[in-house]
């Protein structure tokens, strides 16, 4: 009997759960391009030509490999728009006797597919992703019963659980994180190696005409498109990176420049994110570099952690914590995303920078993400849900199920503490010291009030004052609010009125 497999845009792996023990001559895989997937946010108009280039070619491989794959083009006269109706169709087109499909990744899909077997009243079997470290099970029995949770101590756990990094039962080098020296400042005369970016090929390009014509009023560009939508072509980029950008990515991951969107970053996180590349293999690449002595220790862990501790952790934030998750809102913040957000039109340099790279490349990295556009969403009261949304749909790498708690979580404090221990709250004084960014600003980043004065300088301390009945027990809050403890009411009242004429005028 025939089996319907479904594989979603971003399980683009030939070894997906759903694809195991397929029959050739049977089973039918179903892939879909669908408007739904493509409108539910207003994605960024390279993140939908990457999704789309890369499961048709994807669907390619499929076929050279003997798979009968029924492939539902966006531009199909018949196309229904939604993987539901789409699902639909499929079974009455080949009568199959169950379907079959890898857990989705996010929470909204996974419920439509929890929908199918009373749809169309054929069992549907939903396999474990174990394209992972971590399944969905094992993140919440590690979570079970904590007090707090932190990324740290389920790292730990998975580096001794997977052997990466590991000298015996003991981290290599003899510590654990090496945070503490991927802290420093680009130099002045530091020149950012070339990436290896990606022509369009045929099918790429006939990918980015259908979206100008469908998606012409969505965020972004399109002409430096340049992202790998093959797994050969993401193989290059993971080894482009080991080569010219691990070395030093430790040392200046924390770093901005104006001009440099990349830097050392690795510029994977679309790949992974797709099934293109496994988390494993990237990590193992990085830790091979380390071993033959292509990349310091501290580069290299600085990486995998991303990988193994971080984008893990987050996996398991969201599938524990959801659906309740994406309403949280613990500071009570309800100003309306500004409008430069989506337009790069600000007079603040390094908002104009970092909004401005992200229209170019659907790309910026995380120290921007989280210390440039999402610190000044935390400390301007942005609603959750509207950032949140916001992140999502202008990052090629933005999938829901680790956009969300970056973006609730680590970006605006939503959750209250649940994933990071205090709030990435900054003035002016930390983007001046990662970036030149303040260099050439309208504003004066060594001025703390007045009109010319960096808006982040008062925003920061009017953000103090507003919170200071939920965050002045927070211990690593201890120094501002030890700091904040000997104004007057006067001075707060005039840092909080300077504030609220400076977010005023966004509305």
């Not at 979603?8 to 179903?30: K, N, T, Y």
């Not at 739904?36 to 048709?56: C, D, F, P, S, W």
């Not at 970016?197 to 980015?208: N, Q």
């Not at 000044?376 to 749909?393: D, H, K, N, T």
């Amino acid at each position: 009997m025939t089996v319907l497999r479904i594989v979603f845009g971003d399980q683009l792996s030939l070894d997906l759960s759903a694809l195991d023990d397929l029959d050739s001559c049977r089973d039918v895989v179903l892939m879909m391009e669908v408007l739904e997937e493509n409108t539910y946010v207003g994605h960024h108009k390279q993140k939908i030509v990457l999704v789309l280039a890369a499961m048709r070619h994807f669907a390619k491989t499929l076929r050279q490999r003997g798979l009968t794959v029924d492939y539902v083009r966006l531009e199909a006269s018949d196309n229904t728009g939604s993987f539901t109706t789409e699902v639909q169709r499929a079974v009455a087109r080949y009568r199959p006797s169950r379907i079959l499909v890898t857990e989705p990744s996010e929470w909204r899909v996974q419920a439509m597919v929890e929908g199918w077997e009373a749809l169309t009243g054929l069992p549907v079997e939903i396999r474990s992703d174990h394209r992972f470290f971590a399944s969905r099970a094992r993140f919440a029995a590690w979570a079970s019963g904590r007090r707090g949770w932190r990324m740290e101590h389920f790292y730990r756990e998975m580096r001794r659980e997977h052997g990466l990094l590991m000298q015996g039962d003991q981290p290599a080098g003899g510590e654990w994180n090496y945070d503490r020296a991927n802290r420093k400042r680009l130099p002045a005369s530091a020149v950012a190696p070339a990436r290896q970016r990606f022509s369009p090929d045929e099918t790429t390009r006939a990918v980015m005409a259908l979206v100008e014509r469908r998606f012409s009023d969505h965020f972004g560009e399109l002409q430096e498109f340049g992202w790998p939508v093959t797994r050969s072509d993401a193989l290059r980029a993971l080894d482009d990176f080991v080569e010219h950008g691990l070395p030093r990515f430790g040392d200046y991951q924390d770093a901005m420049k104006a001009g440099a969107p990349f830097l050392y970053h690795s510029l994977l996180a679309p790949a992974l994110n797709l099934g293109l590349l496994s988390p494993l293999e990237v990590c193992q690449a990085a830790e091979a570099a380390w071993r033959s002595g292509g990349a310091p220790l501290n580069a290299v862990e600085g990486f995998v952690r991303q990988i193994l501790g971080w984008r893990e952790y987050v996996r398991g934030v969201y599938w524990t914590l959801m659906p309740s998750y994406a309403d949280k809102n613990a500071l009570h913040a309800t100003r309306n995303l500004p409008a430069f957000y989506w337009t790069g039109a600000t007079d603040m340099r390094c908002l104009r920078e970092a909004i401005g790279s992200t229209a170019k490349h659907a790309y910026s990295h995380h120290i921007q993400r989280l210390m440039v556009t999402g610190n000044f969403a935390l400390l301007a009261g942005i609603a959750p849900r509207q950032i949140e949304r916001w992140y999502l749909a202008v990052y090629a790498d933005a999938f829901e199920w680790v956009e969300m708690p970056n973006t609730l979580g680590m970006a605006v404090f939503a959750d209250g503490g649940q994933m990071a221990s205090k709030p990435y709250a900054a003035s002016g004084a930390y983007i001046d010291r990662m970036s030149d960014f303040c260099a050439g600003c309208t504003y004066d980043v060594e001025q703390k009030t007045g009109p010319k004065a960096c808006p982040f300088n008062y925003l920061y301390w009017a953000f103090l004052i507003r919170q200071k009945d939920r965050l002045s027990d927070n211990p690593r809050m201890a120094l501002p609010y030890r700091n904040l403890a000997g104004w007057s009411r006067r001075r707060e009242a005039e840092i909080l009125a300077e504030a609220d004429a400076f977010l005023d005028k966004l509305d």
